[in-house]
């Protein structure tokens, strides 16, 4: 299979990460309890769009570098062996100079900080970013201005900024479209919510679109997520 | 016969300037090997004991890893002193095969560095169980907390501290012992008093926390020390049990802490190293059995059974070659004959020496887990010794290919005849070190891991072999390789004069994922007599040597021959092999081949506010930036870089930094150049061939 067919059959497109209809900057956020594959869906969604010839940026909050990108590896090895891709080395080493990892202390982590590392980039042409994924940041601690903040900055710069969160099984606090503690109170400043869940009578886990205002991804569990290999599908 | 349990081969690795050497020079005085301490630097001018090399006194550091022992509470401690430098990391492979276990150092300011990470994962590879200690605590901005972090976060170790320091930076005054719950102070104008005292009261609270988690950590390994701690009454020797059994099941890496160059915790190392590393029986080694087709078999240990030892290291001694080796089994005696597996060789041992850096003690016999020296063997680093009953070997060792060379050229006659010497032993010591001799330029290529790798052979030789040499630009290892299948169908015909020439070779090339070279014979009905098959393997061994474009050897490639003609008359092994030089002449250009480059791993650390102008400048030499770790004010960029384009990039980046950042560079792979670093370089190649 040549790239373009795997972007084109590649499920993730309902979520029109990159796709040239796509609104130049959203603000996203996958939301779950432990274990359910929030960097699996970010990383696939960075991959996409690593794919559609974008730069991405891959923010690690409190993993090491190492870490991150062995997810890439194999997320990739994945893909590529699932739809027996002609020329996986290639395609790799093409995306990869595409991609950068940033990994942070939490309490590193602040608009001026992210904003002053991507000029840097910008300004000594390692990396322009398209899409910018920020995992393992406790949402739970940020306050409303860090978000309204990133989302202010995502829209200078163009930038589809995808977040994850974690939530726990005891806080039962939901917003009125279904998101989430600990993000309900903030579901506002974003444009596209996915609720990881259990599948019911099935093995797999839906990714529920509980949200989006961008009118690109359409809501509702369209796509599953394999327990196994953490790939994103249309069915299970 | 020795107790084996009470027997500890041990080393000590961590990434330059982290105070191995030093802290090495301290467990000698302590275990009372040597009488006064000298410093790497020291104004004395007698330098660290364990930095026996010139050079090393020199440069203030550790190139080739000496070995001596010492005896501690009736322990008997092996100890190999490894290199810091990542260029010299075959040295801290070679020693890593034949540790049981290892202390890695780590400097509580610069806390876990690059070569720290690379020391860990060969130390992961080997399965060598480790203690970690966090040296320097009394330097300024010492953070003890921040490095067991690091430990967890970078290195992945579930590293457990069992001690805490009495004070830091300054005012580091002890430490107290988290097994014991006492204050522990060194006294004496060498630390050499121990002075035990109740913990201080400030730090009482502190303390009962950490052995709280100290035992948390602890009674995974032990229900006996689980349930004790439930009841309330865990004793020392349980939680070192539990710690021990953590250890060497590579689960748990006991932190300790001091500072060598204070004197300070020195001698609680060395209880750790007696009581939480291995010994010898403890690790299960393996040989391949050569009779079995190289199956794995376990290493007895037992000091009556066969002997087995490793030769992991070679150094040119004043009475001639010293072959370090390790006793696997069996038992190493003065006057027997020993048998190397490689060559088959047979020799007698005519003297065994215990190390002590440079200096011998002379011994009659060695038994199995020992780490000794043998005067007079002809052999090669790596070498397997066995007292003939076995054909053992044991597992052959992880070894990287050259990735840089340089032309050599001796300034005198004298020169010459001492460079030749010198080069027979580096290349005999360091199987990471290569040389051969340029059949078109008649120069002396020396091939290595990196610049100053090369630096210290071509040092090594002026200072101890006298040969003075003329260097020449490094040049980057090329080579070359074919992307895609091509057919081929080549005639070999001469008949000019005398017998003819006459051979028919057809086939394909296509790229071999693994591995340089494979040939496969596919040759149905005999066309092509068997007797020429070899004929036209050896054909395409010649043909790859040197690929089209820029003459650089071609790598991956499996030739494949399923037809061909011959001559009653006219063919010959001659003919065929030149039919199939031809043959992969006639398909190499047609499976469009590529020039493949070595990328190294880059790892630049220094403060944040550089950051930006590190990328850019590993940007522009065509790097690709992995990635960025930041952490307190100082960030750890990670690039491949292709390794042409990272000459003099010491002397960029310490302008660029004001001298604050460092780097490293390993070895990552080879990869394509860019068309248009390709055409530069066939037109170079080109060149030269018209010059010529």
């Known amino acids: 299979m040549l790239k373009k067919e795997l972007i084109e059959k590649n499920p993730i497109r309902h979520l029109n990460v990159c796709t040239e209809s796509n609104v130049s900057s959203r603000m996203g956020l996958v939301i779950s309890r432990a274990g359910l594959g929030k960097t699996a869906i970010l990383v696939q969604i960075a991959l996409d769009s690593l794919l559609n010839g974008k730069q991405v940026i891959h923010v690690s909050v409190g993993q090491s570098l190492e870490k991150t990108r062995i997810w890439y590896d194999d997320m990739f090895k994945d893909i590529a062996a699932g739809c027996k891709l002609d020329n996986p080395y290639e395609v790799y080493d093409e995306i990869m100079h595409n991609r950068m990892i940033m990994t942070f202390k939490e309490s590193k982590l602040s608009r001026a900080k992210l904003e002053e590392r991507m000029n840097d980039l910008v300004y000594q042409n390692v990396i322009r970013p398209s899409c910018l994924v920020i995992d393992g940041y406790d949402l739970a601690c940020a306050d409303q201005q860090f978000l309204a903040d990133l989302k202010e900055m995502g829209r200078a710069m163009d930038l589809q900024v995808w977040f994850s969160a974690l939530s726990h099984r005891d806080d039962q606090r939901v917003s009125n479209s279904g998101v989430p503690a600990p993000c309900h109170e903030v579901e506002d400043l974003f444009d596209t919510v996915i609720v990881l869940q259990p599948a019911p009578k099935s093995e797999c886990i839906d990714l529920n679109i509980v949200k989006d205002t961008t009118g690109v991804s359409k809501c509702g569990k369209v796509l599953k997520l394999d327990p196994i290999t953490f790939m994103i599908k249309e069915g299970c | ?692």
């Not at chain 2, 080694?285 to 087995?308: C, R």
């Not at chain 2, 040499?469 to 390789?481: D, N, T």
């Not at chain 2, 002397?651 to 604050?660: E, F, I, N, P």
Request: proline share 4%.
């Open chain 2, 1 to 692: 016969m020795k107790d084996l349990s009470k027997v500890r081969n041990i080393g000590i690795s961590a990434h330059i300037d982290s105070g191995k050497t030093t802290l090495t020079e301290r467990v000698l005085f302590y275990t009372q090997r040597i009488h006064a301490i000298h410093e790497v630097r020291g104004k004395d001018g007698v330098g660290a004991k364990m930095d026996s090399m010139e050079l090393e006194r020199e440069r203030g550091i550790t190139i080739a890893s000496a070995a001596t022992y010492c005896d501690w509470k009736g322990h008997s401690i092996n100890i190999i002193d490894t290199p810091g430098h990542v260029d010299f990391t075959i040295e801290v492979e070679r020693a890593l095969r034949v540790l049981d276990g290892a202390i890695l150092i780590l400097c509580s300011v610069g806390g876990v560095q690059s070569q720290s990470i690379t020391v860990n994962r060969q130390m992961t590879r080997y399965r060598v169980p480790r203690i970690a200690f966090i040296n320097k605590c009394d330097r300024t901005g010492a953070n003890p907390d921040r490095v067991i972090g690091q430990l967890r976060d970078k290195l992945n170790l579930n590293a457990i501290p069992i001690q805490l320091p009495i004070g830091l930076e300054g005012d580091l005054e002890g430490l107290v012992d988290l097994i014991k719950m006492k204050a522990i102070y060194f006294d004496g104008d060498n630390g050499e008093k121990i002075r035990e005292e109740e913990i201080p009261a400030h730090l009482t609270a502190e303390a009962e926390k950490r052995r709280e988690a100290l035992l948390d950590a602890a009674s995974m390994f032990s229900d006996e020390l689980m349930e004790a701690v439930l009841e309330g009454t865990p004793t020392e020797e349980m939680i070192m049990n539990a710690v021990r059994i953590g250890t060497l099941k590579l689960e748990l890496t006991p932190v300790m802490m001091g500072s060598a160059y204070k004197n300070k915790g020195i001698q609680l190392l060395l209880d750790g190293v007696a009581n939480y590393l291995p010994a010898p029986t403890e690790v299960d080694n393996f040989a391949l059995d050569l009779d079995k087709e190289e199956a794995e078999i376990k290493v007895s240990n037992n000091p009556a059974d066969p002997m087995v030892a490793l030769a992991f290291k070679l150094e040119d001694g004043r009475y001639g070659q010293l072959t370090y080796v390790r006793t696997y089994q069996g038992t190493l005696k003065k006057g027997d004959t020993i048998v190397n597996a490689r060559t088959g060789k047979k020799a007698k041992v005519g003297r065994l020496v215990r190390m002590h850096a440079d200096e011998m003690e002379d011994i009659e016999e060695s038994g199995s887990g020992d780490i000794v020296a043998l005067f007079g063997i002809d052999c090669a680093s790596g070498d397997t010794f066995t007292d003939g009953k076995l054909n053992y070997s044991m597992s052959s060792m992880h070894v990287p290919t050259p990735v840089i060379s340089l032309a050599i050229k001796p300034v005198d006659n004298k020169a010459q005849v001492n460079m030749s010497k010198a080069l027979n032993r580096f290349t005999k010591e360091d199987p990471t070190f290569k040389t051969f001799i340029d059949p078109e330029t008649n120069e002396t290529i020396i091939s290595g891991m990196g610049e100053l790798h090369l630096d210290v052979y071509v040092e090594r030789m002026k200072r101890e072999y006298n040969a003075e040499v003329q260097v020449g630009a490094p040049q980057v290892a090329y080579r070359e390789a074919i992307t895609q299948r091509a057919d081929f169908n080549y005639t070999h015909k001469k008949q000019t004069g005398g017998s003819g020439q006459f051979g028919r070779v057809g086939g394909y090339i296509e790229p071999l994922e693994e591995g340089e070279y494979e040939f496969v014979d596919s040759i149905v009905g005999g066309v092509i007599p068997r007797e020429f098959i070899p004929s036209c393997d050896k054909g395409f061994q010649k043909a790859v040597v040197k690929g089209a474009l820029i003459g650089a050897p071609i790598t991956g490639v499996r030739c494949v021959i399923n037809d061909g003609a011959s001559h009653a008359v006219d063919s010959s092994d001659i003919a065929f092999q030149l039919a199939a030089i031809g043959a992969f002449k006639e398909g190499y250009m047609k499976a469009k081949p590529v020039i493949l480059e070595p990328i190294m791993k880059v790892v630049v650390e220094g403060p944040t506010e550089f950051q930006g102008s590190v990328m850019g400048s590993l940007n522009q030499r065509r790097g690709m930036i992995v990635g960025t770790t930041e952490e307190d004010d100082y960030t750890a960029i990670e690039a491949e870089v292709p390794l042409s384009e990272m000459f003099g990039y010491s002397t960029d980046l310490r302008s660029l930094t004001q001298g604050k950042a460092e780097f490293t560079m390993e070895f990552a792979s080879y990869k394509p150049v860019p068309k248009s670093v390709a055409e530069q370089l066939i037109a170079e190649a080109q060149k030269k061939n018209k010059e010529k």
